[in-house]
């Protein structure tokens, strides 16, 4: 079981090294950034990476509408090479809202789009080479797409939480990345579904990567009214609704795990008997700057108890 943190990464580069080493004195075993329309996540885990040594970093998640695997592979790659094989791709389906607002292109097969991704990605990091042709995407390399120190193969995971995004991420990818899925959504819907999907291809067991929204404080009303605020973006999203609701939740802050040190680490052991082998705290930011660093130290004794 290891435990880790997204970084935010709205600071300066250096600015978020400083905050990586921190994370890594600490005792956290990895850092993981998202990707939004600024900073290229795949670059600033690699920077990350090079400069913290002993740190696993990825990328949760990139969307895969207006991407496209040759090119996301030589990111992925060339990641994996700059850090040593600490690197973990992180890939989601992203919106429909943001898709066409965004790249002008229409939000269209989702499912099939990530089926044929995945196929293709994990040819070229497996191999160094693909042949694919399908329905929505070719990717065939013509030149070599090896990069040399890329190993082992970089990992791929799948902000995976619907039940055909799980059969897809369960036959092709090597995990998952659930975030706003509490224990009772993990155990009975989630973790069953990609596991036997899994298992149904003759894949090893699944990663599950739990990203939950967490702070250590002595203000829980508080930091809880601010986390409603904060949270109340990802209400807007079917996906998360449903996920939500499988919880137990009506809000997304529902999901927010917070008060003090025995109360979170208490809701840590949920998520592994529900089955997540990895868990990673995001908004930990949420309260004051002293409750960021009691997180940081309380997640870190976990990682290393």
Known sequence: MTIGLVLPHQNRIDTTVQLAREAHEAGLRSAWFGQTF???SPSLAAIIGREVPGLHVGTAAIPIFGRHPLLLS??????QAATG???HLGLALGTKQLTEAGFGIPYERPIRLLREFLTALRQLVETGSADFHGELLTATTPLPATVPGAEPPVPILVAAMGPQALRVAGELADGI???LAGPRALAEHIVPAVTAAAEAAGRPAPRIVAFVPGVV???AEA???TATEALAFYERFPSYQRVIGLSGGTRAADLAVIGDEEAVAAEVRRYREAGATEVVFTTTDLGSEADRRRTWKLLGELATG
Do not use: F
Request: net charge negative.
């Open 74 to 79: 030589s990111q992925a790659q060339t990641a």
């Open 177 to 179: 990345l659930p975030y």
């Open 38 to 40: 600024s900073y290229d």
């Open 85 to 87: 094989g600490r690197y």
């Open 223 to 225: 930091v809880r009214e």
């Open 217 to 219: 404080t002595t203000d």
